[in-house]
């Protein structure tokens, strides 16, 4: 299995950004897909993520801003990125894991991961 992030960049703050998360396989409705960021000098931290049911769940930090979500059809994920702060710069990182959906906010649940993109948010 392969994950190919993508979609970062530079953006104003309160400006918006949809990052893509393609697989290599048709995994994205069998497994559980996550969306992680890691900012300089600190630890990889949970943003969202998407149980093969659909049902999402958020950071709490996040409040509403971002949003998670599928296409079956193009083995990709996306996460759509609303109203921006510096503090959102980081390097985004999808990830998948099978099994059951406990314990999903932590990133040693999961098996696989994209490379990851860079997201910077500066005026």
């Known amino acids: 299995v392969q994950l190919q992030a993508y979609g970062g960049g530079l953006v104003h703050p309160g400006g918006s950004l949809r990052l893509s998360c393609a697989a290599s396989?048709?995994?994205?409705?069998?497994?559980?897909m996550g969306w992680f960021r890691q900012a300089p000098g600190k630890e990889r931290e949970f943003v969202a993520y998407?149980?093969?049911?659909?049902?999402?769940t958020y950071a709490e930090f996040l409040k509403g801003r971002f949003t998670i979500s599928r296409d079956n059809a193009k083995n990709t994920i996306y996460l759509q990125m609303n109203s921006l702060k510096p503090e959102d710069t980081a390097v985004y990182y999808c990830?998948?894991?099978?099994?059951?959906?406990?314990?999903?906010?932590?990133?040693?649940?999961?098996?696989?991961w994209g490379q990851g993109t860079l997201v910077t948010v500066s005026s």
């Open positions: 998407m149980r093969r049911s659909g049902s999402t």
């Open positions: 990830s998948t894991a099978t099994g059951g959906d406990y314990n999903l906010t932590q990133p040693t649940r999961y098996d696989y």
């Open positions: 396989a048709r995994i994205i409705s069998m497994n559980h």
